[in-house]
């Protein structure tokens, strides 16, 4: 079956620095690719998402390509800010069909930013 | 838009009795999912919803959970009985149009046991 596979936390940054978070993921056919963030305290949040091979999504200076080659979706940012600390998911959806757009999500990584 | 309301946020119970959680889309959404996400994990799908029909309840352990989504709106999970295992948050979801949508989540449910 379908599964994600995102690289452990927590990360522990300072402020301005550069984050990456692996993911990785297994899926019959051609899956949509999505990042979650949940922040303290609150509910999942849609970050970004890309639905082809190469496609990039972006939001809040975060960033993701879907490569359909390493099987991945990598999340960057540039300069993190303390506003960041949140725990990040990465998801996958088979798309419209009999399942609809059911997620299978990574575990999660837990990311702090300090000032 | 209004959210995804869920209530209760909080609930204890001891094991063996029963619980149930409640949810509301956002108005218009067809499809409604609930997860479980135990502590340290991402969250699984329960079960799925298109409009007051079942479209995946695959994962749902059926001796002691139950859905439902009268009218294709509200929808309710119940517990009963609980175990110590069913420990988790439980989130709501919900999208709407065709294609790839992206699912919108309430603040969730977060249940002990005790």
């Known amino acids: 079956g379908d599964s994600v596979t995102q690289m452990e936390g927590p990360v522990t940054l300072s402020e301005e620095a550069f984050l990456t978070i692996n993911c990785t993921y297994t899926?019959?056919?051609?899956?949509?690719l999505f990042w979650y963030v949940q922040y303290p305290g609150e509910g999942l949040q849609l970050l970004l998402k890309?639905?082809?091979?190469?496609d990039k999504g972006s939001n809040k200076g975060f960033e993701a390509t879907y490569r359909k080659e390493t099987t991945s979706f990598h999340l960057e940012k540039g300069s993190v800010q303390v506003s960041d600390s949140a725990v990040y998911f990465c998801?996958?959806?088979?798309?419209?069909?009999?399942?609809?757009?059911?997620?299978?999500f990574g575990g999660g990584t837990r990311v702090l930013v300090k000032p | 838009e209004a959210g995804v309301a869920q209530s209760p946020r909080y609930k204890i119970i001891e094991k063996r009795q029963s619980v149930a959680f409640w949810c509301n889309p956002i108005?218009?959404?067809?499809?409604l999912y609930w997860y479980q996400q135990i502590l340290g994990q991402g969250p699984k799908l329960l079960i799925q919803?298109?409009?007051?029909?079942?479209?995946?309840d695959s994962q749902l352990p059926k001796d002691r959970f139950s859905a439902e989504r009268l009218k294709g709106v509200d929808s309710t999970l119940k517990i009963q009985p609980a175990k110590l295992e069913d420990s988790a948050v439980y989130l709501c979801?919900?999208?709407?149009?065709?294609?790839?949508?992206?699912?919108?989540f309430g603040d969730g449910t977060r249940l002990s046991i005790l």
């Open positions: 979801a919900s999208s709407g149009g065709t294609g790839i949508t992206s699912q919108h």
């Open positions: 899926a019959t056919g051609y899956p949509s």
């Open positions: 890309a639905t082809k091979a190469d």
């Open positions: 998801a996958l959806s088979d798309g419209p069909g009999a399942a609809g757009n059911k997620l299978t």
């Open positions: 108005s218009g959404h067809a499809t």
């Open positions: 919803f298109q409009n007051n029909g079942v479209v995946d």
